[in-house]
């Protein structure tokens, strides 16, 4: 839709032609849709945005001083409504790590921050299923995966001689341990990480 018709069918529109609002909705609607989806916003936020958008042009259609450059208007208001979703959605993020509330920095954008937020909740979602599973191991993969986690990193004479195991057992006992706790975490879908 070019600038042209765009401003010809909001001067329309303006004038009560409700097939110029028609066609403006359906011409300009794919436009709001891409800002708004660019925000990676929830199904139910990204409707909401649009019909705030929508809503918020029929406020304003009679005072729009460029109606050639309400595509333009279109999309600067649906960057605006996004981003207060955001801004909205990121003060009630639940989490347990004081640490992530306190870092804030100005170089982030609302979005990046909201997608950091994200990504943080799930690893700590597939640290959290990890654990589950390590948990349901038998007694010997728990403690000597948990003897070959410990820092400074023990000597496989110090694994035999805490666990009872041979020396040349290790190697093989730990390989299948991680292959039955990677099977468990395939099955939950989690997948390995």
Not at 18 to 46: F, I, Q, T
Not at 53 to 73: M, N
Request: glycine content about 8%.
């Amino acid at each position: 839709m070019d600038r042209g018709d765009v401003g010809a069918l909001v001067q329309s529109a303006v004038d009560g032609d409700a097939a110029a609002w028609k066609a403006l909705v359906e011409g300009l609607s794919p436009l709001v849709w891409s800002v708004v989806r660019g925000h990676r916003l929830s199904d139910a936020d990204a409707h909401e945005v649009y019909q705030t958008v929508w809503f918020r042009f029929a406020q304003h259609l009679g005072r729009i001083r460029e109606p050639d450059k309400a595509g333009s208007w279109l999309a600067s208001t649906a960057r605006h409504e996004s981003l207060k979703v955001i801004k909205n959605s990121r003060r009630l993020t639940v989490t347990d790590d004081p640490q992530l509330l306190d870092r804030v920095s100005e170089d982030r954008t609302p979005e990046q921050s909201l997608i950091d937020s994200e990504d943080a909740a799930a690893q700590s979602e597939r640290v959290r299923h990890l654990w589950q599973e390590f948990e349901e191991l038998g007694e010997r993969c728990r403690q000597l995966l948990r003897i070959l986690m410990a820092s400074p990193k023990p000597g496989y004479q110090d694994v035999s001689a805490a666990l009872g195991i041979a020396v040349g057992s290790i190697g093989p006992l730990r390989q299948r341990c991680l292959r039955r706790l990677r099977a468990r975490l395939e099955a939950r879908g989690a997948g390995a990480t």
